[in-house]
């Protein structure tokens, strides 16, 4: 169990006024004459966060996580669940929908899920899973509705996708100690699905100024600092457009800290000025796992972040981030591995690591990836730099 609070994003409302009605008044004049008195004696609070790209199943993932009658998805997340399940809050981006057996389990080109995925996600230690993305609509406004149902049996927080006006209007809000993180998500469209009629809150569909009321009213809701996640941008293409480009830029300036973006199945750069000052954008997280196979989409990261919050006043800045490479293995099933983990256990001949692969095409596939990765990834004006573990 990870040593957190998370408000789950109904309650956030309610929460809100109990907390202002209770504290406020004391609490700001207490926050004040400490101030007076100490101070040099600034107080900051930490909360770590792991962030990853797409999360795909082909057919050939649950197929080959079928056991008798049912589906097991923890190998594919066990070499890297000691990386996910550390972080504060820890994400991805669902590209599926568990819409249940009886609408059929496929993959591409419409996905459908059984829902041991989110299972092995929430047991991997994810905590918050975006769901705005082109897959979105796969089994229709049933999907939705049945996939954030089976999210919310498992205590898994997600943002994009909504059951009701009133749920998409309602922010979702992490919190760890004194620091709020708000959370959005939105996508380009959901591949020529139409919106049903009268559901237009079902799925954040990227609107200007509607994510520019969110993040506003993410704030008003108490968000000491907003991520914003959209899925965006060209299929394999390993630079962001210019769309990317200005989206980003306008999230930014629209007070968004963070901008975390997928959809091309490969890997995009950062951006960011020294120091983050501007906000730091990471286009494109690549395939966290996935059956394809070709070059760079076999890849993706594991982001590593530290966002410190200056108690005295308020404000929220990146004070690391860095990350881990990945690769999906397909011997003895879909892994994902870290590549230096996976390195360091092939020379070693250590056969039962969990990250160990005895195919010479792997290992020698594993080894490009490592500098492949952090040659388009690596932003050293920042410190953003692959960790070997
Ligand atoms: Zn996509």
Redesign the pocket.
């Known amino acids: 169990m990870k040593n957190i609070f998370a408000i789950n994003k109904y309650h956030v409302f309610l929460l809100s006024f109990v907390v202002f009605a209770t504290c406020s008044c004391s609490e700001l004049s207490s926050r004040n004459s400490s101030l007076l008195t100490q101070k040099s004696d600034v107080n900051y609070d930490t909360v770590s966060i792991a962030i990853v790209g ?1 999360l795909m199943c082909h057919s050939q993932q649950f197929n080959g996580a079928k056991k008798d009658t049912t589906y097991d998805f923890n190998p594919t997340f066990a070499p890297v669940k000691k990386y996910l399940e550390t972080a504060d809050f820890t994400f991805g981006n669902l ?1 599926t929908v568990t819409a249940g057996a009886a609408l059929n389990y496929t993959g591409y080109p419409m996905f459908n899920t059984p829902v041991q995925y989110l299972d092995a996600l929430k047991e991997a230690g994810f905590d918050v899973l975006t769901t705005a ?3 979105s609509l796969d089994r229709g406004f049933t999907g939705i509705e049945k996939t954030i149902s089976e999210l919310d049996q498992r205590g898994i927080l997600h943002t994009g996708t909504a059951r009701s006006l009133a749920d998409r209007n309602t922010s979702l809000i992490l919190s760890k100690n004194k620091t709020k993180l708000g959370v959005l998500a939105y996508t380009y469209g959901t591949n020529g699905i139409k919106i049903p009629e009268g559901k237009g809150f079902c799925v954040n569909v990227i609107d200007t100024v509607q994510i520019k009321n969110d993040i506003e009213k993410s704030k008003k809701s108490g968000a000491d600092v907003v991520l914003v996640f959209v ?1 965006w941008g060209n299929e394999y293409q390993r630079y962001a457009n210019d769309f990317q480009k200005m989206l980003a830029n306008y999230i930014h300036k629209n007070g968004a800290l963070l901008v975390f973006g997928s ?1 091309p199945h490969v890997l995009q750069p950062t951006s960011s000025t020294s120091n983050f000052t501007s906000g730091f954008t990471i286009f494109s997280l690549g395939n966290f796992v996935s059956a394809q196979r070709k070059q760079f989409t076999d890849c993706g990261i594991i982001v590593k972040m530290k966002l410190v919050k200056n108690l005295a006043t308020g404000v929220v800045s990146i004070n690391k981030a860095n990350y881990i490479p990945t690769y999906v293995s397909t011997q003895n099933g879909f892994r994902i591995l870290s590549v230096s983990d996976a390195v360091e256990s092939f020379k070693n001949k250590n056969v039962n690591d969990l990250s160990f692969t005895s195919s010479s095409i792997e290992q020698a596939r594993i080894k490009e990836v490592w500098n492949e990765t952090t040659t388009h990834m690596t932003n050293t004006t920042i410190g953003f730099t692959g960790l070997e573990n």
């Open positions: 797409d590209e993305n082109n897959h899925h959809h």
